[in-house]
């Protein structure tokens, strides 16, 4: 059995993870915790391991409780840009990466991959829709990808202009944390599922179809070139694609049985005009060089901004297409200059947020 290292302990991917390991699901030993909370020690005894708050500490210190723990898989549930570092320093330390942080991907794109394969790391991706896709894709070449979104509260709405955080806060299927449910809302979660998809599986974003699917039961699916289409079906709960990631031939039950009796399953298109992140996010994929990087620190300034109260819910899409006008022609060649190039991006969408 794998040793486990949870990055994220106490966010919605660490704690689901923690809970799968208490039922059995996950049966894995917990080889060690890291955290931004300083409250670690009640984790730490249950799972008999070492926990690491990395609030204020540097790479090298947080490499080296990594190395230290010599897990040989970690989920990495951080969350935003800070998760690309942890990516890269597990790819450093040779270190198989069962991977919820998609901006480990949409920012460091063909750098992290490159990085990956020259030290045989394996990227498992966490989210549902990249977790079905790449356990669909076993045995399988697919011609086209079809991923999945939920249209989130706003769905079929187009009255946008007046829309509450308290309102975007509120999804219809999934509970998770505020930035990714603003996200969901604006459709700009699925965007940066595009950018990471196309580097995930190094597919073309013209092969890649976005669906509305309101029951979050089709988690995403893959066409084939005899026109087949093979999708993965189970309940909306992240413990599947965790326990798939940690452990990929997992053979016990993860989630609740999936009925089929009575069950009604819908598609339709998105909604482009109202939702314009979705065609951003192509756009940025058409663009190459840093503009994912921009979509992706413009989107996290945005967003916050929105739910600071200092821009409405229509202005996201506008601060993040100003912000890319800018975006340089190339990619930076190293982790630290995507960081950068990532904190001027965010800095020139916080400057166009306080502009009346």
């Not at 409780?65 to 897990?71: A, L």
């Not at 011609?143 to 202009?161: N, Q």
Request: glycine fraction near 10%.
């Amino acid at each position: 059995m794998d040793d486990i290292l949870i990055l994220g302990a106490t966010g919605s991917i660490g704690t689901t993870a923690l809970d799968a390991a208490r039922k059995g699901i996950i049966r894995g030993r917990i080889a060690g915790l890291v955290s931004y909370s300083s409250d670690l020690s009640s984790l730490a005894d249950e799972f008999s391991c070492p926990a690491f708050n990395a609030r204020g500490k540097t790479r090298d210190e947080i490499a080296e409780f990594i190395r230290g723990v010599s897990p040989s898989i970690a989920l990495n549930g951080v969350s935003g840009t800070a998760g690309l570092i942890y990516t890269d320093i597990l790819i450093g330390c040779g270190i198989d990466i069962a991977l919820a942080n998609k901006e480990s991907i949409v920012l460091g794109g063909s750098l992290i991959m490159n990085k990956a394969r020259e030290r045989g790391v394996r990227i498992i991706p966490v989210d549902s829709e990249h977790s079905a896709i790449y356990h669909l894709l076993k045995g399988r070449r697919a011609d086209s990808i079809i991923l999945t979104a939920s249209g989130g509260p706003f769905y079929g709405r187009e009255d946008l202009a007046g829309v509450t955080a308290a309102e975007a806060l509120r999804h219809p299927t999934w509970k998770m944390g505020r930035k990714i449910t603003i996200d969901s809302a604006t459709l700009a979660n699925k965007g940066l599922e595009v950018i990471e998809a196309s580097h995930l599986f190094s597919i073309d974003a013209g092969r890649i179809e976005v669906v509305i699917h309101r029951q979050s039961i089709v988690h995403s699916a893959i066409r084939t070139a005899d026109g087949a289409v093979y999708a993965l079906l189970s309940p909306p709960d992240m413990t599947l694609p965790i326990a798939m990631a940690i452990e990929p031939d997992l053979s016990r039950q993860a989630v609740a049985p999936l009925s089929l009796k009575d069950l009604t399953l819908t598609f339709s298109s998105p909604d482009a005009v109202h939702f314009p992140m979705l065609g951003l996010a192509y756009r940025a994929l058409e663009m190459k060089g840093s503009a994912s990087i921009y979509y992706c620190a413009a989107d996290e300034a945005a967003a916050e901004a929105f739910l600071d109260g200092r821009i409405g819910f229509m202005d996201i899409p506008s601060v993040v297409a100003r912000t890319m006008e800018g975006c340089p022609a190339s990619l930076p060649d190293s982790v630290d200059g995507i960081l950068e190039e990532a904190g001027r991006a965010k800095s020139i969408a916080e400057g166009i947020c306080s502009r009346p």
